[in-house]
C-alpha cells in the first residue's frame, strides 16, 4: 500500500506540474505505469497480467473510433461552411453569433471530446470576429465554456464520463436522461452570465460585414459520408443497451461505415490527426491506477469517507460535486475521475447507494474544468490560440490572460454548479434511483 501509494503521488505531481517543468503529462503516466508494473512484480500484488487486465478498452477503443471519424471530417471543409453560414444567419447582432457559435459548440461536444470541438471551432471564431473586426474573446471563452458544459451531457461527451459509465455500466440512454436536464439549465445560465459578463463588447452596433451566401465544402462527399456515419452511429448509441453492446462496438461501426462510405479518404493521413498521445495517456492511467487497487491502498482511503457518505448521501454528493470541481479546476479532471472510481466502487461493495455519487462525480469534474485556464485542455489550446493572436496582432487585449479567465470564466462555473445544486436537492430522490443491473 506504501509503495503504491508513493508511485501514484510521484505520477500525479509530475503530471500536475507539467506546466512547471515542460514534460508533458504522458511522460509521466507511462513512467507511473511502468514503476507500477516492476513494484508490483516484486512486492508480489500485481503484474503484467492485471496491468493488461486493468485497462477499460471500451473507453480507449471509443475514444480512438471517435477521433478518427473527426479526423476524416477536418479536411472536408463542412465545419467551415457550417460556421460562416451561422455568421450569416446573426445578421451582425453580437450577441445572437455568440449564442449560435456557443449553440454549435455544445451540440457538437454531445458527441465529441472538447478539445477536437475547439478546435476545430477556435480558428473560424478568429476569421469570423476579424471580418466583423470585433474582439474574438468572448467568442473564444464562449466556446471553451460551452465545450466543456456540454461534453457533461453524453456518455461520449467527455473522457470522464467514459470512465464514470463504463465503471458503473451506465448506458448511452440513461447518462443522457440523468444529465441531459442539468447541461442544459447550466447551458442556459452560462450564456446568461456571457451576456452579462461581456455587455459592452456584445452590444457594440451591428456589423455591415458581408459572408458568401454559399461556402463551398472542399470535399463535399467526404463531409456527408461523415454525416451518415454520424447519424447512424448516434442511433446504435441510443440502442446499444438493448443490443448488449458495449459503446465502443457503436462508435466502431459507425467508423467502419465511413471508411467505406468515403473510399477515397487516406487512412495513414487520416491517422496523423489522432491524438495518440491521448489513447496512451489513458492506457497508462488505467495501469496506474489498477496497481493501486490491488494494493487495497484506495480501499484503506475509502474507509475514512464511507461514513459521511452513510451518514447524509445527499450532503455527501454536493459535497464529492463541489470538491471535484474545485479540485479540476486546478488539476487535471482525467487522473481524479480515476483516482475517484475505485473509491466509489469500494463503497458499493460494503452495500452503500453510490448511484448519486456517480453523477455528483460526472457533474463536478465536468463543470470544474471551467473554473481556470488550465481546468481543461480545451481551456489552455483556447488560451494559447488568444495569446497567439495578440502577438501577431500586437494587441494585448486580444490575450486570454489569466485575470480575464478568473473575471470572466470562474463566475461562470461557479453559476453552474449552483444551477446543478439545486437540481440534485430538488431531485435528489431521481438521481439516487439504483442503476439498473449491466
Known sequence: MLVSGIILAATFIGIFTEKFHNLDRVRFAMAGAGAMIVAGQILGFYGPVEALEAIDWNVVFLLGCMMSVVAIMLPTGGFDALAFRMARWSRGRLYMLLVLIG?????????????????????????????????????????????????????????????????????????????????????????????????????????????????????????????????????????????????????????????????????????????????????????????????????????????????????????????????????????????????????????????????GLAVGVGMGGNGTHVGSTANVYIVTVSERLARDKNDPSLAITPGVWFRKGTPAMLLTLVVATLVFVLFFEFFSAPLAAG
Not at 478546435?119 to 471564431?125: G, K, M, N, S
Not at 468572448?138 to 471553451?144: D, E, K, N, R, T
Request: charged share 10%; aromatic share 10%.
Open 103 to 359: 449553440s454549435a459548440v455544445t451540440g457538437l461536444s454531445l458527441l465529441l471530446d472538447n478539445v477536437t470541438t475547439v478546435v476545430i471551432f477556435a480558428p473560424l471564431i478568429i476569421l469570423i470576429t476579424q471580418a466583423l473586426e470585433v474582439s474574438p474573446v468572448p467568442y473564444l471563452l464562449a466556446a471553451a465554456l460551452l465545450s466543456d458544459t456540454g461534453g457533461v451531457a453524453t456518455l461520449v461527451g467527455d473522457p470522464p464520463n467514459l470512465m464514470i459509465g463504463s465503471a458503473a455500466g451506465i448506458d448511452f440512454n440513461t447518462f443522457v436522461l440523468h444529465m441531459g436536464g442539468v447541461v442544459v439549465l447550466c447551458w442556459l445560465a452560462t450564456l446568461l452570465i456571457l451576456r452579462v459578463m461581456f455587455t459592452k463588447e456584445l452590444t457594440a452596433g451591428h456589423s455591415d460585414a458581408e459572408f458568401p451566401e454559399h461556402y463551398k465544402v472542399a470535399d463535399p462527399r467526404t463531409w456527408h459520408a461523415a454525416l451518415i456515419s454520424l447519424g447512424f452511429t448516434c442511433v446504435l448509441f441510443l440502442v446499444h443497451g438493448a443490443l448488449d453492446w458495449e459503446p465502443w462496438v457503436a462508435a466502431a461501426a459507425g467508423f467502419t461505415l465511413l471508411v467505406f462510405l468515403a473510399p477515397r479518404v487516406k487512412l495513414d493521413a487520416a491517422y496523423e490527426r489522432v491524438e495518440i498521445a491521448l489513447l496512451i495517456f489513458f492506457i497508462s492511467l488505467f495501469v496506474l491506477i489498477g496497481g493501486v487497487e490491488q494494493s487495497h491502498f484506495l480501499e484503506y482511503v475509502g474507509q475514512f469517507i464511507e461514513p459521511l457518505v452513510q451518514q447524509d448521501l445527499m450532503v455527501s454528493t454536493i459535497i464529492l460535486m463541489w470538491a471535484a470541481a474545485l479540485l479540476s479546476a486546478m488539476i487535471d479532471n482525467i487522473p481524479f475521475t480515476a483516482a475517484m472510481i475505485p473509491i466509489i466502487h469500494g463503497m458499493e461493495l460494503q452495500g452503500i447507494n453510490v448511484t448519486p455519487l456517480w453523477w
